[in-house]
């Protein structure tokens, strides 16, 4: 099935019909960016599986957590000092902050690999 230039025209004069030649340049600009933000995606996921595959076995290597997973934070034994209500609060307010850091650079790495 060949296009030729007859067929070509009246395909671009419907488009212009139905659209309007006011409408055309903002809807090729739009639909350019939907492309390229489809493409970028497809490439981001291309790269995720496969440097997912190899961090996945360095980290079973390594031991250490892949840049992007949050781990439980280690909570430590309590003691008989930090039995009193003060030391208590304090420490409870120490984890608590550190957690919130924790979250807010996990939160900071998502923002940085997401726009991919």
């Known amino acids: 099935m060949n296009l030729g230039p007859l067929e070509i025209g009246l395909i671009i004069l419907a ?3 139905l659209f309007g030649y006011k409408k055309l340049p903002d809807a090729s600009r739009s639909l350019g960016r939907s492309l390229r933000i489809f493409k970028g995606e497809m490439k981001g996921m291309k790269d995720d599986d496969a440097g997912s595959a190899v961090r996945g076995k ?3 290597r390594a031991g250490t957590p892949v840049r992007g997973e949050i781990s439980a934070p280690v909570t430590p034994a309590p003691t008989a000092a930090a039995s009193s209500a003060s030391g208590d ?3 409870q307010l120490q984890e608590e902050a550190r957690a919130a ?3 807010a650079r996990a939160e900071q790495s998502r923002a940085a690999d997401g726009p991919r």
Do not use: P
Request: proline fraction near 0%; aromatic fraction near 0%.
């Open 15 to 17: 488009i212009l019909l």
């Open 58 to 60: 360095e980290a079973a």
């Open 89 to 91: 609060l304090t420490a």
């Open 101 to 103: 850091e924790l979250r």
